[in-house]
């Protein structure tokens, strides 16, 4: 009965470590980098600022909004959750999706677009976008 109850204990433990190993293995991102954002509120009529880079809004009339996209490859042979997120002065202005999921070599665009309200000040508003890339189970 002792051999049976260790047996017992021994694959309780190892089905334990397992399920530890398995959860930060899915839970670390296998990628992650920063994308620098910007955007300048403006009265008059708005202005683009085309960098493959960053996400620069350029001018952006207030009570106005604009839109930029962010393309996604997924190269990997399994698929993949995308997450996203925002800070500095652009994160109160800026709605994106928090999450994407993308199938296993499937391209795709996560959009940000900023929303000035007719309030805001003048100058420059910026941040990071920060991309972290999740194996999906």
Do not use: Q
């Amino acid at each position: 009965m002792k051999k049976l109850s260790f047996l017992i204990f021994c694959f309780s433990i190892l089905i334990l470590i397992l399920s530890l190993v398995s959860f930060f293995y899915f839970s670390r991102p296998i990628a992650s980098w920063n994308v620098y954002m910007s955007f300048e509120p403006t009265e008059d009529t708005g202005g683009f600022d085309l960098n493959n880079t960053a996400l620069t809004f350029g001018k952006v009339p207030r009570g106005s909004s604009s839109m930029r996209n962010m393309d996604f490859d997924n190269n990997y042979d399994f698929p993949v959750r995308v997450a996203v997120n925002v800070n500095g002065t652009i994160s109160p202005y800026i709605s994106y999706p928090k999450e994407v999921i993308f199938e296993s070599h499937e391209r795709g665009k996560i959009s940000f677009t900023i929303n000035p309200p007719f309030g805001i000040e003048n100058g420059s508003y910026e941040g990071f976008a920060r991309v972290y890339v999740y194996k999906l189970r």
